[in-house]
């Protein structure tokens, strides 16, 4: 038997102005794929150790993943497919897929529904599994070109090699036994917002994906997910949705429905409602005076990078030192242009930057003023530093050359790339101990809290107008299916 299987992931912000290239995705191809999906705790790697208990020929021409940003370069996209394509010229067995659901690339709006739909061609009559990531926005394109779609039912994703093993569960039925299994897909016309949707607190989403799980144990129902979308992209199919693997169409489809009528009634359980910046500065200016000297966690989630962020949003910074907070630490902030002179003049020098506020994104609102601000070059580095915490322990990252800036109310970490604040690394490689400070600002919606949140006297989300805004009035949608709650008053299903 031979199986091909292969993983391209990345989710869009179509408002984001972050460039998306064949680099961004840092592919590993052939044998270097193979060697990455051995052992690798995804989808991917599920499907890789199926394989070898099929003592199957085992074929992968990509292992490929980018962090969130715009839309992927057509260039990218055509080699990427082109090396998945090209492995079927020799049929296969068998063709197990982990994508993310939520990929546009510059030509296609649905770019898993493109490579499907040119894998199917591709092989007609060979099955395909596909994992994908909890914030796809599925289209009907990708369930008409595979047989079987589960995805994650956990955020933050901790189930992601699980997925890959439900989907391989669900094909190995049809390899041995014949099965034939019917997908439905159910799109109720809702945005649900990305704060909501932490399936490790109580509330619609966990009572959600339980319903989903407990009807995966009716008889002749293989697989059901509910799929929060990722609202943040332009796409007529933007946004919440259900879909069922299960023994017949109209099984399927009831199932579907079922779910999606409930996450329709509990709609206004998925709206995260936006405080003004100022409430959020008040709050963590009361929260620090009775602290006890544990730092105050500032969450900037309206510019974080692991959904698009440029990172160089200065709302939230700019409103702390306007408070007068003292003893902040807060970061990274990218602005390549400031690292360069920052770099240039050295360490211990006395300068005066110009931060952030400089990129600009298409159909958002339009950046303020950058910063001025005068301090010392407190520290320099390259920036590369190996993940201590919990999330890619172990592994080597670069977020390009840093440089800290001190004032007299701060130490801002700047970087040449946009980068997630998910480890002490981050900082420590630049000198910083962000546990020292008394107000963290981070740039950060979910990933920075399994380090920064245990030792926090208290966590504020705070909002900017950066293009992770989790008000969606900020966007200028031109092709989102309307009417849409909560956008439109009048939506109704
Ligand atoms: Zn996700």
Request: hydrophobic share 40%.
């Amino acid at each position: 038997m031979r199986i091909l299987i292969a993983r391209l992931n990345h989710e869009t912000n179509t408002f984001s102005p972050v460039k998306t290239d064949l680099a961004s995705f840092k592919p590993h191809w052939d044998e270097d794929a193979r060697q990455f999906a051995n052992g690798s705790n995804t989808a991917l790697g599920a499907f890789f150790d199926y394989c070898i208990r099929k003592q199957a020929e085992l074929v992968v021409p990509l292992a490929a993943t980018a962090n969130p940003s715009g839309p992927v370069e057509d260039a990218a996209f055509e080699k990427m497919a082109k090396s998945i394509v090209d492995a079927l010229k020799q049929p296969c067995d068998l063709i197990l897929l982990d994508l993310h659901g939520a990929m546009v690339t510059q030509r296609y709006d649905d770019g898993e529904g493109e490579l499907l739909a040119r894998v199917r061609a591709a092989a007609p009559s060979t099955p395909i599994g596909v994992a994908l990531d909890l914030h796809g926005n599925i289209t009907q394109k990708m369930l008409d070109n595979s047989d079987c779609i589960v995805g994650f039912k956990t955020y933050p994703h901790i189930d992601m090699y699980a997925t890959g093993e439900h989907v391989t569960r669900i094909i190995d039925e049809m390899l041995d036994n014949g099965l034939q299994p019917a997908q439905a897909w159910v799109h109720p016309p809702m945005l649900a917002a990305t704060l909501k949707m932490n399936t490790n607190e109580a509330g619609a989403i966990t009572d959600i994906v339980n319903l989903a799980r407990a009807a995966e144990e009716r008889e002749g129902v293989y697989g059901v997910t509910v799929f929060g979308g990722f609202p943040i992209a332009d796409l007529s199919e933007t946004g919440v949705s259900v879909v069922s693997v299960a023994k017949t169409q109209e099984l399927a489809q009831a199932v579907s429905q079922e779910i999606a009528d409930e996450i329709w009634k509990r709609r206004s359980e998925f709206l995260y409602l936006e405080e003004p910046l100022s409430t959020s500065i008040e709050k963590a200016r009361s929260a620090h005076e009775i602290s006890d000297g544990n730092y105050v966690l500032m969450l900037d989630h309206g510019d974080n990078c692991m959904s698009g962020g440029t990172c160089d949003n200065m709302d939230v910074l700019n409103a702390a030192l306007k408070a007068g907070f003292k003893n902040i630490v807060a970061g990274p902030i990218c602005d390549p242009d400031v690292v360069r002179k920052m770099t240039e003049a050295g360490v211990g020098q006395r300068i005066t930057i110009t931060l952030g506020n400089k990129v600009a994104a298409d159909d958002f609102v339009q950046p303020k003023q950058s910063l001025v601000l005068e301090g010392l070059v407190d520290g320099l580095s390259d920036g590369d530093y190996v993940v201590s915490g919990p999330i890619y322990t172990g592994q080597l990252c670069h977020m390009g050359r840093a440089a800290v800036l001190r004032t007299e109310q701060a130490l801002i970490l700047i970087t040449e790339q946009p980068h997630e604040p998910w480890d002490l690394g981050v900082f420590n490689c630049a000198g910083i101990d962000p546990l020292k400070s008394d107000y963290l600002i981070l740039k950060s919606r979910m990933y920075c809290r399994p380090v920064f949140e245990p030792s926090a006297a208290a966590v504020i989300e705070c909002a900017s107008s950066g293009v992770t805004s989790s008000n969606y009035e900020l966007f200028s949608f031109k092709k989102l299916g309307r009417p849409i709650y909560p956008l439109d008053d009048h939506a109704v299903w």
